[in-house]
């Protein structure tokens, strides 16, 4: 029999407890209304709430006006989608406190929210502790409203499959403890019935678990990776090395399953895998972007033709598998390219659901479809069509197969392509699903959106971040400034600082874990920024492309965010615009000794970064920036500190830096060919090597080892 709620309800009974029940807190209760509040100031008219349940004429509830002049309202609704707007005289308004919305078939925006089933109970996690090796967490039931059961439910939970029991009880909450777990990636679910009937909505959740401190983005080091250029099964032989890039060369999910395996990430500090798309596309040949008559295959996986479908010359779903398993057996992350904004012309939905894809085709970039005032309605190409968010299902079917593949793959997050082609309702549905289908542990799940732009894009950028929106997006303004001033010595490194700190500002109070680089699969490679080689300047001296690339990945690697390896800009792979820049990865046995020196130095400012919870984690203080050299500090509290110090220029440099303590000397060199001079009042004397950059640690900081060859 069931009860009003009066009080939370025991679950003590669960381990057979013959102690008196604690006093219970407050029970949670499921909400399954509509709640508005609006407060229309100055403006004058009737208002209204207009709301529309899918299948359902529009519905009109007038408002009337609370204390402090706030209108409010709330509709018990059953379960399911309701778009709705307020309306103040003629003029209508979405609901400043919901974060999604939906456009209808005139590209209106309505809000949008989706009434739970309260009918049945629900968990939610009201405590989590994390240990090296180990985790604790506990669930409440959010019950359905007016109704508590007499008695405990019935609760089967299992952790990676096999059956587990909770450790302890509350009168509202069950608490799991698993103190000795293998490091990596663990799948906790948890199901109830009763008493009484009363159903329960089942909880299923991912958690990680690490040997040491618990891993945030902030501590991601992300390798980016276009499978076909990767690596083979067994490896690229010369006739592969050698293809024309425009065409397949043979990269594949085994061939990536070998590298993982062989350790070659966790040897640079790596600890994220960003795979390029595993669609399926089509085999025929296509005029690219970049005009021309360059026609190129769809290698790169982003004209899908299909929407849960591997590409087979990369392997099957049983490789993705296989990969994904290892990847997490090793402490790796992995994150999917996922294609929303768009699907190839041979694509079953533009013949299945041709209302889903805009026509007629508007390519971006044409005289009458310019990027400024189409870029959310336009075709990439005449073989690309945009999906029409307005037609109905729309929108639910592209976050749908998103998820799938999160799903079915295990992945742990998704970079989301073309962000600003699509409205931002995209991404903010995508990850209020994320959030509510796979982060009920508080298991962050990584949303990376691409929004290129140029060195002014951080408004633009900024636009889709927040809670409600993307974890992260790419800093291109950053990337830019790293060139100016790094592949080429346009500005000043007072012009690096600036972009630094302007980035620091437009990301400000913004929960986003910046996504830092110095290149990827759009622009040139960061080599072919550089000054060209010419008879005096042979590789090794002083505009060597690699001391360059040295030197801005090595800035990345200490500057806060989630810095991004583009594949092969470790050893300085070379090329232009794609597919130039996208040429077979090459290893250790077809290394130039320049190319083995740039992957060391990489590797060990990538392993001292992984060690260093103040690279990771630290605030950012400026203390140098002068034409040719750089010097800022990282701080993260009650951990060791960093100094970062570069020099650009083609000759030594001596450079005083002001420290922040006296008490943090001394420093020794970590990283970099820094010579540590004289300490005094105005600070510590340091003479920079041409084109270098080093870290230098406080000498009790565990850390000064971890990079060593």
């Known amino acids: ?75 018990d609704l059953p379960p399911g989608p309701v778009r709705y707007r307020l309306r103040l005289g003629e003029q209508r308004f979405t609901d400043a406190d919901a974060p999604q919305t939906v456009q209808d078939a005139d590209g209106v925006e309505h809000s949008y929210v989706e009434i739970p089933d309260c009918t049945r109970a629900a968990w939610v996690l009201s405590e989590r502790e994390d240990q090296p090796g180990g985790v604790r967490f506990s669930l409440r039931a959010a019950l359905p409203p007016g109704v508590a059961p007499d008695a405990p439910p019935t609760l089967t939970a299992r952790l990676d499959g096999r059956p587990v029991s909770p450790a302890e009880t509350w009168p509202d909450a069950v608490t799991f403890d698993f103190p000795t777990l293998p490091p990596g990636k663990h799948h906790f679910t948890l199901e109830a019935t009763g008493p009484d009937a009363l159903a329960f909505e089942a909880f299923a959740a991912p958690f990680w678990v690490s040997a040491g401190e618990a891993f945030r983005w902030e501590d991601a080091f992300v390798y980016q990776i276009v499978l076909d250029r990767f690596a083979a099964e067994a490896s690229f032989t010369a006739e592969q090395l050698e293809a024309p890039l425009e065409r397949r060369v043979g990269g594949t999910l085994r061939g990536l399953l070998r590298v993982v ?11 994220v ?6 669609y399926d596309n089509p085999e025929d040949w296509r005029v690219g972007r970049e005009g021309g008559a360059a026609k190129y295959v769809g290698y790169h996986g982003y004209w899908p033709a299909a929407d849960r479908a591997v590409e087979p010359a990369f ?24 294609v929303l904004n768009h699907v190839d012309a041979t694509h079953p939905l533009v013949t299945e659901h041709p ?9 971006c970039g044409a005289t009458a479809c310019p990027w400024s005032t189409h870029i959310e309605t336009c075709w990439f190409t005449e073989y690309l069509p945009d999906i029409d968010w307005r037609a109905s299902g729309a929108l639910e079917h592209q976050v749908e197969t998103a998820l799938w593949w999160m799903e079915r793959f295990d992945l742990d997050g998704l970079r989301l392509d073309a962000v600003p082609m699509m409205p931002r309702l995209v991404t903010r549905r995508m990850a209020a699903r994320v959030h509510a289908r796979f982060e009920g542990l508080r298991e962050r799940q990584m949303l990376l959106g691409e929004t290129y732009t140029g060195l002014e894009g951080h408004d633009l950028i900024r636009w889709y971040l927040g809670p409600d929106g993307l974890d992260s997006q790419f800093d291109f303004p950053l990337m830019w400034r ?30 986003a874990v910046m996504a830092t680089m110095i290149g990827n699969h759009d622009v040139p490679r960061f080599v072919d920024a550089t000054p060209p080689l010419n008879s005096t300047n042979a590789p090794g001296e002083a505009d060597d492309p690699l001391q360059r690339t040295r030197l801005a990945l090595s800035t990345v690697l200490a500057l806060p965010g989630m810095p991004v390896l583009y594949y092969g800009d470790e050893i300085g792979l070379a090329g232009a615009y794609d597919p130039a820049n996208r040429s077979p990865m090459r290893f250790a046995d077809a290394w130039t000794p320049a190319q083995a020196s740039t992957r060391a130095a990489v590797a060990r400012a990538g392993r001292l970064r992984a060690c260093s919870t103040a690279l ?13 050299t750089l010097a800022f500090w990282r701080g993260a509290e009650d951990t060791h500190p960093a100094l970062f110090v570069l020099n650009r220029s083609a000759e030594p440099r001596t450079v005083r830096v002001p420290l922040p303590g006296r008490d943090l000397l001394p420093l020794v060199v970590a990283t970099g060919a820094a010579t540590v001079g004289d300490a005094g009042p105005d600070g510590l004397s340091l003479r920079l090597p041409a084109r270098t950059a080093s870290v230098l640690l406080t000498a009790d900081d565990p850390c000064t080892t971890e990079a060593a060859p």
Do not use: K
Not at 36 to 64: C, K, N
Not at 319 to 337: E, K, N, S, Y
């Open 261 to 271: 395996e062989s350790g070659f990430f966790e040897a640079s500090g790596v600890n």
């Open 482 to 511: 790293l060139r100016e001033t790094l592949a080429r010595d346009d500005l000043p490194l007072t012009a690096l600082q600036e972009t630094v700190n302007d980035s620091a500002r437009a990301w400000y109070g913004s929960t």
């Open 315 to 338: 392997g099957t779903e049983a490789d993705v598998d296989a990969l994904v398993r290892a990847a997490h057996a090793r402490g790796l992350r992995v994150i999917m390219d996922a």
């Open 616 to 628: 990771r984690r630290g605030a950012l203080t400026g203390l140098v920036a002068t034409d040719d």
């Open 355 to 363: 209302s889903w894809v805009r026509t007629p085709a508007c390519v």
């Open 1 to 75: 029999m069931r009860r009003r709620v009066a009080a939370g309800w025991g679950l003590a009974a669960l381990l057979g407890a013959c102690e008196p029940a604690p006093e219970p807190a407050d029970p949670l209760v499921r909400d399954c209304a509509l709640s508005v509040r609006f407060t229309p100031g100055a403006l004058r008219g009737d208002v209204a709430l207009e709301y529309q349940r899918s299948g359902e004429a529009l519905r009109t509830l007038p408002l009337r006006a609370g204390e402090g002049g706030v209108y409010g309202a709330r509709v």
């Open 273 to 278: 895998l960003w795979l390029s798309p595993l």
